[in-house]
């Protein structure tokens, strides 16, 4: 007799906003942060971002845009149901929104591999999807511990594959713990790939 047990699961939340008005209504206030942000597109320039960020340049998003303020409230309760499915112990502390930032990537744009240091749940809301964009493609975290392993098949099973590719559309949140690396690849699509990011803090 044998068994095999599946330990240590990596989750990810996943939540569909079918609100077509709200997240209009979302994509000219990062439209509009991505033309009127001097700092920003100033820092994206210096830093060699390809596409617009408001991460390094603006840190009160909901108090700029009640929109914003509205999906970090929103996202809040997400959050929260993630926590529960991931049973964390938080004692007497909670977990909340620290960082909020748009990205805004053209044709050609992608962002490299990495993971959010010091968070413990991170995420992106997306907002505008044209056909052709990247997904987010998120990394086996043992990858690099493999060592001598052989890849897989070509056809392995989703739960076995070392890069997994999730497609997002407008209105989807996705959701994952903050050590998960992941990337963008590049923009393929003719027009602008437009998401919200964000970080949560265990105080």
């Known amino acids: 007799m044998s068994d095999i047990l599946t330990l240590f699961?990596?989750?990810?939340?996943r939540a569909e906003c079918d609100?077509?008005?709200?997240?209009?209504?979302?994509?000219?206030?990062?439209?509009?942060?991505?033309?009127?942000?001097?700092?920003?597109?100033k820092w994206?320039?210096?830093?060699g971002y390809p596409g617009y960020t408001s991460y390094a340049s603006l840190n009160d998003l909901p108090w700029r845009f009640p929109i914003f303020k509205v999906l970090s409230k929103s996202i809040d309760k997400h959050v929260a149901s993630f926590a529960k499915t991931l049973e964390f112990d938080l004692g007497g502390g909670k977990l909340v929104m620290d960082s909020l930032w748009v990205n805004v990537l053209p044709e050609g744009g992608f962002h490299a591999a990495h993971i959010h240091p010091n968070s413990v749940i991170s995420g992106t809301f997306y907002?505008?999807?044209?056909?052709?964009?990247?997904?987010?493609?998120?990394?086996?975290?043992?990858?690099?511990?493999?060592?001598?392993?052989?890849?897989r098949k070509a056809k392995a099973g989703r739960d076995n594959q070392a890069f997994v590719?999730?497609?997002?559309?407008?209105?989807?949140?996705?959701?994952?713990?903050?050590?998960?690396?992941?990337?963008?690849?590049?923009?393929r699509a003719d027009s602008e790939r437009i998401s919200v990011s964000f970080n949560y803090n265990w105080v």
Not at 23 to 41: H, K, P, T
Not at 134 to 148: I, K, N
């Open 165 to 187: 590719s999730i497609e997002p559309q407008p209105g989807t949140l996705l959701l994952w713990e903050s050590w998960l690396r992941h990337d963008v690849p590049m923009n």
């Open 19 to 41: 609100d077509t008005g709200f997240v209009d209504e979302l994509r000219s206030a990062c439209e509009a942060l991505a033309y009127d942000d001097v700092a920003g597109q």
């Open 127 to 151: 907002v505008a999807i044209p056909r052709g964009a990247s997904a987010l493609r998120l990394e086996d975290p043992r990858h690099a511990m493999m060592m001598a392993a052989p890849p």
């Open 44 to 47: 994206c320039i210096k830093n």
């Open 9 to 13: 699961p990596t989750r990810l939340y």
